[in-house]
């Protein structure tokens, strides 16, 4: 393409040097105006002479924050619609496009033009020699916060005289044509091998390029089977940067299940600065991708320091009283039976990192469903709240006293030489497994530091990362476990056993209460308050039930057992036959005026010169209350985000909602709490840190204003 053009201008400008000096001029049409482009009709030459061809241009002019787009216009978009209808003497004509850039916004990633672009035309001539008119009802689609189907009808006549060029449109028209990428040759690119990868639910690839420079800032396009989508490529280079591997992820199949990306044919485009390349390719076996080693021990640090600092967070409070007395316990066990601590705190935990696998896998499923995946994702649903409600219902009542779990003799016994006591009345390794698993369902509500970089790792990758992340933030966890089993002398400096433990325990089964009752609080917010009366009304008659069977005798304790266990099995399914609650419509009364979230209001709002806080939140997560309690709803921040030009968008995530979900993804997040700042200081947003500090929110702020601070 950008060969035959450049003959045809040059063979235009003989013309006009064999034909001697005049006035020629381009034939151009006037300028047409739209909503967010303006266009015009642009040719070489003002004649047909005796070419074959005319090397013309649609000029389109692109007002500020629009812009419109190439041939494959990403998540969305279209790319410009010609119809030449009217036209004579012209054969079949076709479009050029000039290499695109990457736009990636709140998730979106489109590509094509921003200011100005000229789609080179080659126009045929059917009968040389004689006059060509030329008809264009041109449609192009620009977007800014709102996207606009821009039309445009040109019409005007190339006589029979000569071919004379205006070098100003010649060399606009060559400009734009040298920027259609071509086999690589010129610019000194070459696209190497294509091989699929495992990355991900849909696959990927991994694509290999070589450049006599060296790479400054490479993007790469992929164009397959329509419906395909393509992530922006991870790129390494070597050799000096002259060599380069892209790994892209491919983000949505045309198929479900996603087919085979080995075999397909692709068209792959490779765009550094001026230079570009485009060759067509045919995906080579399947390879495996992982990161190099330095990456994963990286990402491990991490996961292991985020898990750790999880049992410090206020999401985990509730479950402290279910470690404490594990804990306090071992402050009596005598020194000659070390054997027996360390397998109790070895079973809670197997019990954590159980739960973090659990959880792994769960969240494995969901992707390869091509469902949302989050941390903590499961409070969304309200039987799994009603379920958590009356299991740490009935561990308070088995702290203070209202019921034991006694097995038969034989089970007794097993669980006895299972612990190494050797005696029936220990207690066995199913109690502290069950501890470790019960924390750590209960400890997801939130995000702490680190486990949300982990988290945005793994869940953006494979099974196997996703499997190893997770297991490494449940060892996190669980490492003060493995501490003191590690090493059972730190067991001693704790209190020893005495009738204070009986108080201690009646404290934390109420505490446990005080855990089923923000449950049912969580709950209340999912479903119709009918709803949530009725477990609450279901946990307290279980309640009751196992304070008259503790005085009961045999008879009564088995009836109870059996009334206890279907009023907990009537509260878990009494969710079921209630349709979901409007969370954002019970918001709490707030001195700050709150908007409700809407993606695709926040550039608009930016180039208003407002400045967006987005503030993503959740009834059942702990972290997101302490941020409100002692940051966001705490003067000086609420006063300035209550300030005219601050638009304060609240996204309430406590029930599912896909659009939070792609706008956390969209930022590699995949749990809350999460806070950013738009403005025109910060039109890509700041994001800020998973506990709140007032002077990070207010320098955010004033970042994001920009100058006009």
């Not at 235009?12 to 034909?19: D, I, M, P, R, Y």
């Not at 005495?498 to 446990?512: C, I």
Request: charge should be neutral; glycine fraction near 12%.
């Amino acid at each position: 393409m950008i060969g035959r053009l450049a003959i045809l201008t040059a063979a235009a400008f003989g013309l006009t040097a064999l034909a001697g000096p005049g006035a020629a001029r381009a034939a151009e049409t006037p300028w047409q105006n739209a909503k967010g482009a303006s266009a015009r009709l642009v040719t070489a030459v003002d004649g047909t002479g005796t070419l074959g061809e005319i090397p013309a241009g649609l000029h389109i002019r692109l007002d500020p924050h629009w812009k419109t787009y190439w041939r494959s216009p990403g998540d969305a978009g279209l790319p410009p619609a010609l119809d030449w209808t009217g036209s004579a003497n012209l054969g079949t004509a076709t479009l050029a496009y000039p290499a695109p850039h990457r736009f990636q916004l709140f998730g979106l990633e489109t590509y094509g033009y921003e200011t100005e672009v000229v789609f080179p035309l080659t126009l045929p001539v059917a009968q040389k020699g004689q006059p060509q008119h030329l008809a264009l009802a041109a449609t192009v689609l620009v977007c800014s916060d709102i996207c606009i189907p821009a039309s445009f009808t040109f019409a005007f006549d190339l006589p029979a005289g000569p071919a004379s060029p205006d070098p100003a449109a010649a060399n606009l028209i060559d400009r734009y044509a040298n920027a259609v990428p071509g086999d690589g040759a010129a610019a000194g690119l070459a696209i190497g091998p294509v091989a699929a990868t495992s990355v991900g639910p849909n696959g990927g690839l991994r694509i290999e390029a070589t450049a006599r420079e060296p790479f400054e800032a490479p993007d790469i396009f992929v164009e397959g089977a329509p419906g395909d989508a393509f992530a922006a490529p991870r790129i390494t280079t070597s050799e000096g940067g002259r060599r380069l591997v892209a790994e892209i992820d491919r983000i949505q199949a045309v198929t479900d299940p996603p087919a085979a990306l080995t075999g397909s044919p692709l068209t792959l485009t490779l765009v550094d600065g001026p230079r570009s390349v485009e060759a067509k390719a045919t995906v080579g076996a399947a390879v495996a991708t992982a990161p190099d080693a330095a990456a994963w021990l990286s990402i491990l640090g991490v996961a292991l320091l985020g898990g750790l600092i999880l049992n410090l967070m206020p999401c985990v409070l509730p479950v402290l009283s279910l470690k404490l007395l594990s804990i306090v316990k071992l402050g009596g066990v005598e020194a000659g039976t070390p054997r027996r601590q360390r397998l109790g705190l070895l079973a809670t935990a197997a019990g954590i990192v159980a739960s973090f696998l659990v959880l792994a896998g769960g969240a494995v499923g969901l992707k390869a469903a091509g469902a949302s995946v989050g941390w903590g994702i499961q409070f969304q649903e309200p039987v799994f709240l009603a379920a958590m409600a009356v299991i740490v219902t009935l561990f308070g009542a088995n702290l203070l006293g209202l019921f034991e779990v006694v097995l038969p003799g034989r089970a007794m016994d097993a669980a006895a030489r299972a612990s190494g006591a050797g005696r029936p009345e220990q207690e066995g390794l199913a109690g502290p497994f069950l501890t470790g698993a019960f924390a750590t369902l209960l400890a997801t509500p939130c995000s702490a530091p680190f486990v949300g970089t982990a988290l945005g790792f793994a869940l953006s990758r494979g099974p196997l990362e996703i499997g190893t992340i997770f297991a490494a933030l449940g060892i996190g966890m669980a490492l003060p476990y493995l501490l003191i089993a590690a090493v059972p002398g730190l067991a001693r400096l704790l209190p020893r056993p005495g009738r204070w433990m009986a108080w201690v325990k009646a404290l934390l089964g109420l505490a446990l209460f005080g855990t089923a009752a923000w449950l049912l609080s969580v709950l209340a917010v999912q479903v119709p308050p009918a709803a949530a009366a009725g477990v609450a009304a279901a946990l307290a008659a279980i309640g009751r039930v196992l304070w008259l069977r503790r005085r009961g005798g045999i008879a009564i304790r088995r009836i109870g057992a059996v009334v206890a266990a279907v009023l907990a099995l009537a509260a878990v399914l009494l969710p079921l036959r209630f349709d979901r609650s409007d969370a954002a419509a019970a918001q709490a009364a707030s001195a700050i005026p709150w908007i409700r979230f809407d993606q695709a209001a926040i550039p608009g709002l930016v180039r208003e010169g407002k400045v967006v806080f987005v503030d993503v939140t959740a009834d059942w997560c702990l972290t997101c209350k302490v941020n409100k309690l002692l940051v966001i709803e705490r003067d000086p921040v609420a006063a300035a985000l209550s300030e005219a030009g601050v638009a304060p968008l609240l996204a309430d995530w406590t029930n599912p909602d896909q659009g939070i979900a792609d706008y956390l993804a969209a930022h590699g997040r995949y749990g809350i709490p999460f806070n950013a700042v738009y403005g025109p200081g910060a039109p890509d947003g700041i994001l800020l840190p998973e506990l709140l500090s007032t002077e990070a929110v207010l320098d955010a702020l004033k970042q994001a204003r920009g100058a006009s601070s």
